[in-house]
């Protein structure tokens, strides 16, 4: 009889699951618990950001030009610190660093996962206390010896985990090792992330659509025929839908998870690929998605098929409720 129990810890969760894998040697669970105990730490700085000289931007760009807030490379360097000496990860890839990183420490030599993160997604939303959140997913090395970013660029079918964490009214734990989608909330008075959202499924029909409105001049004509079907009064097919937008991708997804939507961040002549990174938003995002029952698309394949060709590529991206992710693709 299973032994998953709701409010069970994040460390007795991962326990009872490996037990359903005799010859697993126990590495992603520990690279799992890292993930966790970092995001614990950076929650913790989120929490108090209204308090610590910590807001704010600290004046230089990253390697896609944007500003780097303060909490962004908090965040990325306890990621990268916990990885680096927890034993389990040989390197990582992160929105904030121009090239991936491969660790030469001794703990370091004999692990055989890398990790692919945005540190803290959404951080234009960090000074007006909206939710932001860590995103990531984790593939095994190819490399014997010499890690290079080859290693790194897998299609979303070759991942072995991903998901996020969400510092929002509560703090949730969101991950799937390819056997569904399971959430953690972190209850505050005992520092743990326990199970709250067991086996989670998106709904395949929905009655919510995030998109950036104020870009409509730029969007396509599936895009803008499709927003257009959204908003008609069609008893029949379910509309109008409702329209929500935070702005902070892991915000919006994690909303449209639960309730049913899409998301869509589209291509525009000035960013034909769009805006949002492959590698450690679009695909991890994705594989949640279809993990929960749901579908995503660059509107030509699913984004777990694109094949990365560079660490900071970027795509357009419609993921969410089935039902709505093929009528987007039917205008
Ligand atoms: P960031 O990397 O600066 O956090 O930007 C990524 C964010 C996503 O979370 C969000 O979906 C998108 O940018 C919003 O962009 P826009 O303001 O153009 O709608």
Same mark, same amino acid.
């Given at each position: 009889?299973?032994?998953?129990?709701?409010?069970?810890?994040?460390?007795?969760?991962?326990?009872? +699951?490996?037990?359903?894998?005799?010859?697993?040697?126990?590495?992603?669970?520990?690279?799992?618990?890292?993930?966790? #105990?970092?995001?614990?730490?950076?929650?913790?700085? &989120?929490?108090?950001?209204?308090?610590?000289?910590?807001?704010?931007?600290?004046?230089?760009?990253?390697?896609?030009?944007?500003?780097?807030?303060?909490?962004?490379?908090?965040?990325?360097?306890?990621?990268?610190?916990?990885?680096?000496?927890?034993?389990?990860?040989?390197?990582?890839?992160?929105?904030?660093?121009?090239? $991936?990183? &491969?660790?030469?420490?001794?703990?370091?030599?004999?692990? !055989?996962? #890398?990790?692919?993160?945005?540190?803290?997604?959404?951080?234009?939303? @960090?000074?007006?206390?909206?939710?932001?959140?860590? $995103?990531?997913?984790?593939?095994?090395?190819?490399?014997?010896?010499? $890690?290079? +970013?080859?290693?790194?660029?897998?299609?979303?079918?070759?991942?072995?985990?991903?998901?996020?964490?969400?510092?929002?009214?509560?703090?949730?734990?969101?991950?799937?090792?390819?056997?569904? &989608?399971?959430?953690?909330?972190?209850?505050?008075?005992?520092?743990?992330?326990?199970?709250? !959202?067991?086996?989670?499924?998106?709904?395949?029909?929905?009655?919510?659509?995030?998109?950036?409105?104020?870009?409509?001049?730029?969007?396509?004509?599936?895009?803008?025929?499709?927003?257009?079907?959204?908003?008609?009064?069609?008893?029949?097919?379910?509309?109008?839908?409702? %329209?929500?937008?935070?702005?902070?991708? &892991?915000?919006?997804?994690?909303?449209?998870?639960?309730?049913?939507?899409?998301?869509?961040?589209?291509?525009?002549?000035?960013?034909?690929?769009?805006?949002?990174?492959?590698?450690?938003?679009?695909?991890?995002?994705?594989?949640?998605?279809?993990?929960?029952?749901?579908?995503?698309?660059?509107?030509?394949?699913? $984004? #777990?098929?694109?094949?990365?060709?560079?660490? !900071?590529?970027?795509?357009? @991206?419609? %993921?969410?409720?089935?039902?709505?992710?093929?009528?987007?693709?039917?205008?």
């Amino acid at each position: 009889m299973s032994k998953i129990k709701v409010g069970m810890t994040l460390d007795e969760f991962i326990i009872q +699951e490996e037990k359903g894998y005799p010859n697993a040697s126990g590495d992603l669970s520990k690279l799992l618990r890292d993930i966790g #105990l970092a995001s614990k730490i950076i929650n913790r700085e &989120v929490n108090k950001a209204g308090l610590v000289d910590i807001l704010g931007k600290i004046g230089k760009e990253n390697i896609q030009g944007e500003e780097v807030f303060k909490l962004d490379e908090f965040a990325n360097d306890t990621l990268i610190s916990f990885l680096k000496y927890g034993g389990q990860c040989a390197g990582v890839a992160s929105e904030e660093e121009d090239e $991936i990183q &491969v660790f030469n420490n001794e703990e370091a030599q004999n692990a !055989h996962y #890398l990790v692919l993160f945005d540190p803290l997604d959404g951080s234009s939303n @960090i000074d007006t206390n909206a939710s932001i959140g860590t $995103i990531f997913s984790i593939v095994r090395r190819l490399s014997e010896d010499t $890690i290079t +970013e080859k290693d790194f660029f897998r299609t979303g079918r070759e991942i072995v985990a991903a998901g996020y964490v969400l510092y929002g009214s509560s703090t949730m734990l969101v991950y799937s090792t390819g056997n569904g &989608v399971n959430g953690f909330t972190l209850d505050p008075s005992i520092g743990e992330f326990c199970l709250s !959202h067991y086996q989670m499924k998106t709904p395949e029909t929905a009655k919510q659509f995030s998109v950036n409105y104020g870009t409509i001049a730029h969007w396509n004509q599936r895009l803008k025929s499709f927003t257009n079907w959204c908003t008609l009064e069609n008893k029949e097919e379910g509309t109008p839908l409702t %329209l929500r937008y935070i702005g902070s991708m &892991v915000a919006d997804f994690h909303r449209n998870l639960l309730k049913g939507g899409i998301f869509i961040y589209p291509a525009s002549p000035k960013s034909p690929n769009g805006k949002l990174r492959l590698l450690y938003e679009c695909i991890p995002l994705a594989f949640l998605q279809e993990q929960a029952g749901g579908l995503s698309t660059n509107e030509k394949v699913s $984004i #777990l098929d694109i094949q990365p060709e560079a660490l !900071h590529q970027r795509t357009p @991206i419609a %993921l969410g409720s089935k039902k709505l992710v093929e009528k987007f693709l039917s205008f």
